[in-house]
């Protein structure tokens, strides 16, 4: 009976969480979004020359003015992975450039083609953010240029459009492409990776004229970005960010540690070599190794040598099987190197995330941001939320948070108009899910305590006629015993309040 007249409401509401619950499906929304990657272009590179198009994006826009802390080890494969996902590379799985898997029994190159499409490299936990906008959107469109990891199918996805990488496809035609992507073929999310200044920052030393000049060169290339974007009428709808995988630092010759000087080459497999050298010992090997290095570092100095479960936690790096059992990281500057081996990088990176120099530059503009906003510096793993927040999806486990880069973005309850889901992301489902049904319960109870109020008063009121009916009419045996004649079990109780 009184149940009856709330089962409505109750199974409206227990719907509605059931939706927001299972189908991660959100409401759409008309902003797009495009993540561009320019390689190896360190937090402070904008300050060395004339960057009309950069400073336009920085006016308009918001910046990390020292950048954003990436992932250990700061280099370009698992970087570039850790911002489409949000993980660190223990989480994601691709630990360096060039790595051993031990279940595989394989070795992965990042020139190896092949091994750049398959998931046994790329589906290890990570969930990029083109698999993400896909999964949960129905009319979610990724197109994606050259971006590691997008060759390979993750949870079965892959991008709706995409570019493998090819050293000789112009940064015009990139563009070109992205427009006609996000203009014709209905794409809400793009990606684009640049190749430089990483290769002048090896060559040339990051600190080079060269690399002053290739940072001009780039900004013409953003210059031409939006002058495409805004022909296409694309440009207000369109949130660009603009980052990087790593900074760079300066490695003189003269700062070269040569590690055979201390263990014998033929006792281990090098995966990784400088500045982290990746050392997978031969059987009987590691203990000696080890300690051999470890002496090195006292003796010899500018390094640091650490047993796999001894890596310090805030490297992140040590829970995944492709990560070797010892490993020699360098200080900034100093290269490990083999005599044998030829050649000599004026520039690399690849150190200890927390150095400064080894952080890249986060700049962004469109709908979604604040105009002329900076923020100091914030976590490569806190762009995989970010993005999932402009496009209204809900994110997949990750590392990062969105307590500083909520800070970069306007009004954002307001973004998707879908206040609901973004209270949803924010709490735990299951949290709301019982709060909601206590509140049904507790609103539950009230009415019904109500309406019993209601009941027994109306039946006193009855009695009170009754007994007055009695005095009036001193009748031995009357209506005084018989049940009130109204039925108040049919009163509706809703009838006077409104939910
Ligand atoms: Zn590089």
Not at 291 to 318: C, M, R, W
Not at 341 to 365: S, V
Not at 449 to 472: A, C, F, G, P
Not at 487 to 494: C, F, G, K, Q, V
Request: charged share 20%; proline share 5%.
């Amino acid at each position: 009976m009184v149940h009856i007249k709330f089962t409505p409401i109750f199974f409206i509401l227990v719907a509605l969480l059931l939706q927001e619950c299972t189908s991660r499906s959100t409401s759409s929304t008309s902003n797009k979004l495009l993540l561009i990657s320019f390689d190896g272009f360190r937090w402070n590179y904008l300050d060395r020359t004339n960057t009309p198009n950069f400073d336009r994006i920085r006016k308009n826009g918001v910046q990390a003015v020292h950048g954003l802390r990436n992932a250990f080890i700061t280099k370009t494969f698992p970087n570039h992975f850790t911002l489409v996902t949000g993980q660190w590379e223990e989480s994601h799985g691709i630990v360096a450039n060039s790595m051993y898997d031990p279940a595989l029994n394989r070795s992965f190159s990042p020139h190896d083609e092949k091994a750049n499409t398959e998931a046994v490299w790329f589906d290890q936990g990570g969930e990029p953010i083109w698999v993400t906008n896909q999964l949960q959107k129905k009319d979610g469109k990724s197109g994606v240029i050259m971006w590691v990891g997008a060759g390979a199918p993750v949870e079965s996805v892959y991008p709706t459009k995409f570019i493998k990488f090819d050293h000789d496809f112009k940064n015009e035609s990139k563009i070109d492409t992205m427009v006609k992507w996000f203009k014709e073929d209905g794409c809400n999310l793009g990606l684009m990776y640049f190749d430089q200044p990483d290769r002048f920052g090896h060559a040339f030393g990051p600190e080079s004229e060269q690399v002053t000049r290739m940072i001009g060169g780039l900004d013409k290339v953003i210059g031409y970005l939006l002058d495409q974007f805004e022909k296409a009428d694309l440009l207000h709808e369109t949130n660009i960010i603009i980052t990087s995988d790593h900074g760079f630092t300066s490695t003189p010759k003269e700062k070269i540690i040569y590690l055979d000087t201390f263990i014998d080459p033929e006792t281990f497999q090098l995966e990784s070599s400088t500045p982290v050298a990746g050392i997978w010992p031969h059987e009987g090997y590691h203990d000696a190794i080890y300690q051999n290095l470890s002496s090195a570092t006292e003796t010899v100095g500018h390094f640091s040598v650490y047993k796999k479960d001894d890596i310090p936690a805030h490297f992140h790096y040590t829970d995944n099987r492709r990560i070797p059992p010892i490993i020699a990281v360098a200080d900034n500057h100093y290269s490990f190197s083999r005599h044998f081996e030829p050649g000599h990088m004026k520039g690399n990176h690849g150190y200890d995330n927390r150095l400064q120099d080894m952080h890249p530059f986060f700049i962004a503009m469109g709908p979604a941001f604040k105009s002329g906003f900076t923020v100091d510096m914030f976590q490569s793993v806190d762009v995989y939320p970010l993005m999932c927040h402009i496009l209204g999806l809900v994110p997949a486990p990750n590392n990062g948070s969105m307590d500083v880069v909520r800070t970069l973005l306007v009004e954002t309850e307001t973004i998707h108009g879908n206040s609901v889901l973004l209270f949803f992301r924010k709490y735990h489902f299951g949290t709301i899910f019982v709060a909601c049904l206590i509140f049904v319960g507790l609103i539950t109870a009230i009415l019904i305590t109500i309406h019993e109020m209601r009941k027994r008063r109306k039946e006193r009121s009855n009695m009170q006629v009754i007994m007055d009916d009695v005095e009036i009419t001193t009748t031995d045996e009357g209506p005084a015993n018989d049940p009130p004649t109204s039925d108040t079990s049919n009163i509706p109780l809703l009838q006077d309040q409104d939910f």
